[in-house]
């Protein structure tokens, strides 16, 4: 079992240890949740990635949120289901699920067509030849495969034709984020609790979405300061022919950067979802803090950040990120 580390600042608070009881903490203590737990998807083999974060966790933070106060959950598409039902198992209500929409997935599919003719011992024609070498991290590592000179095919028997580009899986664009609420206190109006705790409302002030220069304001009074904060999330348009969708682009890492995590959330997009679910000089807590993107949004933007995070590489990445933007 890991040993519990705790190191601390005016402004944020870090464990490295499991998040699994939440024991340093105080019930009704955390005014948001915002999180990107393990998917449960075995993500490039990772260990914490084998299974869904257990109910229990779910417990503990319910416990430590104070009445009313909101939670953002991120969760893989094939899986968002389960992490829904746990949370609402859990007690807290399902208020909508966000998409975090992005074009740089990658497509994790098959070539059906050369498949059928690898199952038919029937050599597959080749047409030409890559011209590129492919990147990838593993292990927080960057490997290289040598595409180029490798032979482009494609299938040469008649079912294989029949299935020529064929495949079993889409391109992933976006991602959900599940947004639930921790019940207001029993008797309280909203607005009682907002008074009573500081939680219960959304900041839908702090995160409109500005209109573009010159753009025609459609709708009757429209407000000034843009349109009220959708569940499809951008920040900056990407290109001419997707500007009309909310895009946020994925992180891509640098060899050089000292954080390999591989699962890196954009800070822009962190800092939307601390804006989205709290208010100035409130805490934010994260139980699976990785390499702190919740901490850098949440101090970013006048907030205060308790991160848990059990792996030891990555805890350190986080404080020294939390340090730097302090
Ligand atoms: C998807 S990653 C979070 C990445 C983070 N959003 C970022 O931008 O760096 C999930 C993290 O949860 C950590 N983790 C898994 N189980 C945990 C547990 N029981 N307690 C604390 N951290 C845990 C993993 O080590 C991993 O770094």
Redesign the pocket.
């Known amino acids: 079992m890991a040993t519990s580390v705790k190191y601390s600042t005016p402004s944020f608070t870090l ?1 490295n ?4 009881d939440l024991v340093e903490l105080d019930s009704c203590s955390i005014d948001a949740l915002i ?5 449960g998807i075995a ?1 490039q083999n ?1 260990r ?2 084998q299974a869904l ?2 109910p229990q ?1 779910w417990q503990d933070c319910y416990r430590v949120m104070k009445p009313g106060a909101y939670g953002l959950v ?1 969760s893989a598409v094939r899986l968002m289901h389960r992490v829904m039902v746990a949370l609402e198992d859990t007690g807290f209500d399902i208020k909508d699920v966000l998409f975090w929409s992005f074009l740089n997935g990658m497509p994790k599919s098959r070539d059906i067509g050369l498949d059928i003719d690898r199952e038919l011992a029937i050599s597959s024609r080749i047409v030409g030849e890559y011209q590129y070498v492919q990147g990838y991290r593993k292990n927080g590592a960057a490997h290289y495969k040598a595409r180029k000179g490798k032979p482009i095919c494609e299938p040469a028997s008649d079912v294989g034709k029949k299935y020529k580009g064929a495949g079993t899986g889409l391109k992933p664009a976006y991602e959900p984020i599940i947004l639930i609420q921790k019940p207001t206190e029993k008797g309280l109006r909203i607005a009682q609790n907002v008074i009573k705790y500081g939680t219960g409302a959304l900041n839908l002030e702090e995160t409109r979405i500005p209109f573009e220069k010159d753009e025609p304001k459609v709708g009757h009074n429209p407000h000034p300061a843009g349109r009220v904060s959708a569940n499809l999330l951008r920040t900056v348009p990407l290109a001419d022919g997707y500007d009309k969708f909310f895009l946020i682009p994925k ?1 891509r890492q640098q060899k050089e950067d000292f ?1 390999n ?5 954009p800070v822009s997009l ?1 800092e939307h979802l601390v804006k989205l679910i709290s208010f100035s000089g409130q805490t934010v807590l ?9 901490g850098i949004g949440a101090l970013q933007n006048n907030r205060k950040f308790v991160g ?4 030891k590489a ?1 805890y350190d ?2 404080r020294k990120r939390l340090h730097e933007c302090e």
Do not use: L, Q, R
């Not at 995590?261 to 959330?265: A, E, G, I, Q, R």
């Open positions: 464990f240890k499991s998040c699994f999180t990107d737990p393990p998917y993500f990772y914490w990635d974060p257990h966790i991120f992180v954080n995590h591989p699962t890196v959330k962190m994260d139980p699976f803090a990785g390499s702190g993107s919740t848990y995070e059990v792996e990555y990445i986080m």
